[in-house]
């Protein structure tokens, strides 16, 4: 029997729901629900329908799982809590600051419905944020670092497309070479948020547009940029689809602690990511989460969730027999 899952969204990251859904053959693509007119939207699933966002509603008994391909910006805080009343669901809100807020308003829809929410999936948050548990759990003494890119975020470039008069836009991060060296030194350096990374902004924009207004909101919006040393250059629509077409992205996770009676003994902890599509990857923790959304539910569950409240096995197509068998 397959996981009948829905895209809530059909973007990139929508497509590469699609994509991953095929590599995952206890999985089913049924539907996928767009803002736009479906007879406008090709999908590569022959056997799914397309459907208006509106009739979600209607297809409640055919779903095992929604998984929501929206925006952190204006998206996900109002789409999440919405399908979580209707279905088991999976996103990946990534305004890291507003996720406790994110967290409570779909927890309270979930357990109402009954339903398994799963939140903030992805890379950053979701697999950087379990390797930040488990090493600050091992090295109790120590600091965390976090460092992302180079490479194309996608959360913060849809935000600079909600900006009145931006036509497109690619923002990358950056680490700063020197910040990361000291890191990796073992010297547990103090850094703030604006010595560990700089953003990079390319943006295209409508005739006549207020380029100083719209730099202005960029290095000014609050959880985004506000931050960061933040250089942004306009270019036009052909430059950013010849120059800037892919969506590469990784980073690090590094924690740096220290064992022993009097703390002698220093430790690395590091983990890395090196990303030829951000969208893909992160489609693809989307979907091993939606296989746990499902089984969580079908044990009694319901509530929203985060990465932490998820057994590793639950993610596995594998049985818990073969996965200790070929695993542990």
């Given amino acids: 029997m397959s996981i009948k899952i829905g895209i809530y969204g059909y973007g990139n990251l929508g497509r590469g729901v699609e994509s991953a859904i095929k590599q995952n053959p206890d999985m089913e693509l049924v539907a996928v629900f767009t803002r736009r007119n479906p007879a406008d939207v090709k999908i590569n699933t022959a056997t799914a329908l397309v459907c208006h966002t509106d009739d979600a509603k209607y297809m409640t008994d055919k779903i095992d799982v929604m998984i929501l391909c929206g925006g952190s910006a204006t998206d996900l805080p109002t789409q999440t809590p919405e399908i979580a009343s209707m279905f088991n669901c999976i996103d990946s809100f990534d305004t890291h600051a507003k996720i406790p807020e994110h967290f409570a308003n779909v927890d309270k829809t979930a357990k109402e419905s009954g339903k398994v929410a799963i939140i ?3 890379w950053d948050p979701g697999m950087f944020s379990l390797n930040r548990l488990y090493a600050s759990a091992i090295l109790p003494d120590g600091e965390d670092y976090t460092f992302w890119g180079k490479g194309v975020s996608q959360g913060h470039s849809d935000a600079i497309r909600r900006i009145d008069g931006v036509v497109d836009a690619r923002q990358y991060t ?6 990361l060296d000291a890191v990796r030194s073992g010297s547990a350096p103090a850094l703030t948020t604006r010595q ?16 100083s207004k719209i730099v202005n909101e960029i290095v000014t919006m609050p959880n985004y940029f506000a931050d960061y040393d933040t250089t942004v250059h306009f270019i036009s629509k052909e430059e950013l689809d010849r120059d800037h077409k ?83």
């Fill in 174 to 179: 950056i680490p700063v070479p020197e910040a």
């Fill in 246 to 328: 892919n969506l590469p992205h990784g980073g690090f996770v590094i924690r740096s602690g220290r064992t022993g009676e009097n703390g002698q003994n220093n430790h690395i902890i590091e983990y890395s990511l090196k990303l030829d599509s951000n969208p893909e990857f992160t489609s693809s923790v989307l979907v091993c989460y939606a296989r746990a959304a499902y089984r969580m539910n079908n044990e009694g569950m319901s509530g929203c969730k985060t990465v932490f409240d998820v057994a590793p096995s639950y993610l596995s197509s594998k049985s818990a027999e073969e996965i200790r068998k070929t695993m542990l």
């Fill in 196 to 211: 560990k990374h700089t953003r990079e902004c390319f943006v295209v924009v409508e005739d006549g547009a207020d380029k």
């Fill in 120 to 122: 903030s999936c992805g």
